[in-house]
Protein backbone atom coordinates (compact mmCIF):
# COMPACT_ATOMS: atom_id res chain seq x y z
CA UNK A 1 0.00 0.00 0.00
CA UNK A 2 1.07 3.26 -0.83
CA UNK A 3 0.95 6.49 1.02
CA UNK A 4 -0.61 9.02 -0.96
CA UNK A 5 0.30 12.58 -0.36
CA UNK A 6 -2.50 15.48 0.66
CA UNK A 7 -3.89 17.02 -2.38
CA UNK A 8 -3.37 20.57 -0.40
CA UNK A 9 -0.08 20.52 1.98
CA UNK A 10 -0.46 20.83 5.63
CA UNK A 11 -1.31 24.52 6.75
CA UNK A 12 -2.13 25.59 3.37
CA UNK A 13 -5.91 26.64 1.90
CA UNK A 14 -7.20 25.80 -1.30
CA UNK A 15 -5.97 29.20 -2.97
CA UNK A 16 -2.58 30.96 -1.71
CA UNK A 17 -1.92 34.39 -3.33
CA UNK A 18 1.61 35.35 -4.46
CA UNK A 19 2.91 38.72 -3.91
CA UNK A 20 5.47 39.88 -6.70
CA UNK A 21 7.14 42.62 -5.14
CA UNK A 22 10.09 45.25 -5.96
CA UNK A 23 10.88 45.09 -2.07
CA UNK A 24 10.12 41.69 -0.39
CA UNK A 25 12.52 42.13 2.87
CA UNK A 26 10.54 45.75 3.52
CA UNK A 27 6.96 44.02 2.54
CA UNK A 28 7.39 40.91 4.95
CA UNK A 29 8.31 43.70 7.69
CA UNK A 30 5.24 45.97 6.92
CA UNK A 31 2.82 42.51 6.96
CA UNK A 32 4.77 41.61 10.64
CA UNK A 33 3.93 45.10 12.00
CA UNK A 34 0.81 45.57 10.09
CA UNK A 35 -0.74 41.99 10.61
CA UNK A 36 0.99 40.31 13.03
CA UNK A 37 2.49 38.06 10.06
CA UNK A 38 4.25 35.12 11.17
CA UNK A 39 7.54 34.34 8.86
CA UNK A 40 7.56 31.20 7.66
CA UNK A 41 11.24 31.29 5.68
CA UNK A 42 12.64 32.19 2.50
CA UNK A 43 15.66 31.91 0.58
CA UNK A 44 17.58 34.13 -0.86
CA UNK A 45 18.66 34.09 -5.04
CA UNK A 46 22.78 34.34 -4.96
CA UNK A 47 22.30 37.74 -6.52
CA UNK A 48 20.70 38.90 -3.55
CA UNK A 49 17.42 39.21 -4.20
CA UNK A 50 14.23 37.26 -2.42
CA UNK A 51 13.50 33.79 -4.55
CA UNK A 52 10.65 32.68 -2.31
CA UNK A 53 9.46 33.96 1.06
CA UNK A 54 6.20 32.94 2.81
CA UNK A 55 4.29 34.50 5.82
CA UNK A 56 0.95 33.54 7.43
CA UNK A 57 -1.54 35.86 8.48
CA UNK A 58 -4.24 34.34 10.45
CA UNK A 59 -5.19 31.11 8.83
CA UNK A 60 -3.42 31.86 5.16
CA UNK A 61 -0.81 31.61 3.50
CA UNK A 62 0.64 34.39 1.49
CA UNK A 63 4.02 33.70 -0.37
CA UNK A 64 6.03 36.55 -1.99
CA UNK A 65 9.35 36.67 -4.29
CA UNK A 66 11.08 40.00 -5.20
CA UNK A 67 10.24 41.11 -8.88
CA UNK A 68 13.12 41.23 -11.59
CA UNK A 69 14.17 45.18 -12.05
CA UNK A 70 12.72 44.70 -15.96
CA UNK A 71 9.24 43.81 -14.84
CA UNK A 72 6.27 46.20 -14.84
CA UNK A 73 4.59 46.73 -11.18
CA UNK A 74 1.86 43.73 -10.37
CA UNK A 75 0.44 44.84 -7.61
CA UNK A 76 -1.76 42.53 -5.61
CA UNK A 77 -5.50 43.00 -5.07
CA UNK A 78 -5.70 40.66 -1.59
CA UNK A 79 -9.07 40.71 0.65
CA UNK A 80 -8.18 39.71 4.42
CA UNK A 81 -10.68 39.07 6.80
CA UNK A 82 -10.24 39.91 10.20
CA UNK A 83 -12.02 40.40 14.20
CA UNK A 84 -12.04 43.49 13.82
CA UNK A 85 -11.29 46.15 10.93
CA UNK A 86 -11.48 49.29 12.23
CA UNK A 87 -8.39 48.42 14.58
CA UNK A 88 -6.51 46.37 11.89
CA UNK A 89 -7.16 49.28 9.71
CA UNK A 90 -5.45 51.92 12.14
CA UNK A 91 -3.02 49.56 12.90
CA UNK A 92 -1.79 49.26 9.11
CA UNK A 93 -2.16 52.96 8.61
CA UNK A 94 0.49 53.50 11.80
CA UNK A 95 2.53 50.84 10.38
CA UNK A 96 2.64 53.07 6.89
CA UNK A 97 -0.30 52.26 4.98
CA UNK A 98 -2.23 54.32 2.82
CA UNK A 99 -5.99 54.71 3.61
CA UNK A 100 -7.79 54.17 0.34
CA UNK A 101 -11.60 53.78 2.02
CA UNK A 102 -12.13 53.84 5.49
CA UNK A 103 -13.68 50.83 7.47
CA UNK A 104 -17.83 50.94 5.84
CA UNK A 105 -20.69 48.85 7.04
CA UNK A 106 -22.16 47.20 3.71
CA UNK A 107 -25.47 46.19 3.03
CA UNK A 108 -24.16 42.26 2.61
CA UNK A 109 -23.36 41.86 6.38
CA UNK A 110 -19.60 43.30 6.05
CA UNK A 111 -17.52 45.84 7.36
CA UNK A 112 -14.70 46.32 4.48
CA UNK A 113 -11.73 49.01 4.75
CA UNK A 114 -9.00 49.64 2.33
CA UNK A 115 -5.17 50.26 2.27
CA UNK A 116 -2.73 50.52 -0.32
CA UNK A 117 0.58 49.11 1.45
CA UNK A 118 4.27 51.25 1.29
CA UNK A 119 4.90 48.45 -1.47
CA UNK A 120 1.58 49.08 -3.77
CA UNK A 121 -0.55 46.12 -2.59
CA UNK A 122 -4.29 46.94 -1.97
CA UNK A 123 -5.66 45.46 1.12
CA UNK A 124 -9.17 44.99 1.81
CA UNK A 125 -9.94 44.11 5.43
CA UNK A 126 -13.18 42.64 6.16
CA UNK A 127 -15.30 41.73 9.08
CA UNK A 128 -18.40 40.27 9.06
CA UNK A 129 -20.81 41.92 11.37
CA UNK A 130 -24.09 40.22 10.67
CA UNK A 131 -25.98 37.39 8.45
CA UNK A 132 -27.93 38.92 6.19
CA UNK A 133 -30.52 37.48 4.68
CA UNK A 134 -31.66 37.39 0.85
CA UNK A 135 -34.51 39.23 2.10
CA UNK A 136 -32.98 41.51 3.82
CA UNK A 137 -30.22 42.59 1.42
CA UNK A 138 -32.76 42.79 -1.93
CA UNK A 139 -34.38 45.49 0.34
CA UNK A 140 -30.80 46.98 1.49
CA UNK A 141 -30.02 47.47 -2.50
CA UNK A 142 -32.33 49.93 -2.82
CA UNK A 143 -32.12 52.00 -0.22
CA UNK A 144 -30.10 55.22 -0.71
CA UNK A 145 -27.69 55.10 2.53
CA UNK A 146 -26.81 51.16 1.83
CA UNK A 147 -26.44 52.21 -1.60
CA UNK A 148 -24.46 55.14 -1.12
CA UNK A 149 -22.38 53.00 1.34
CA UNK A 150 -21.46 50.68 -1.34
CA UNK A 151 -20.75 53.55 -3.69
CA UNK A 152 -18.24 55.00 -1.53
CA UNK A 153 -15.99 51.85 -1.10
CA UNK A 154 -16.04 51.08 -5.01
CA UNK A 155 -14.54 54.51 -5.10
CA UNK A 156 -11.01 54.92 -5.52
CA UNK A 157 -10.44 58.35 -3.57
CA UNK A 158 -7.77 58.67 -1.18
CA UNK A 159 -8.99 59.51 2.59
CA UNK A 160 -7.76 62.23 3.88
Known amino acids: MTNMPRTIPEGYTTVTPWIISPDTRALMAFLAEA ?4 DLGSFVNPDGSVGHAEMRIGTGIVMMFDARPHWPATPAFIRLYVEDAEALF ?6 GATPVTRVTHLAFGDK ?3 IRDPLGNLWWLQQRVEEVSEEEMAR ?3 DPE ?5 AYVQSMDLVS
Request: hydrophobic share 55%; glycine share 4%.
Open 146 to 150: WASAM
Open 90 to 95: EKAVAA
Open 140 to 142: RWN
Open 112 to 114: VGR
Open 35 to 38: FSAE
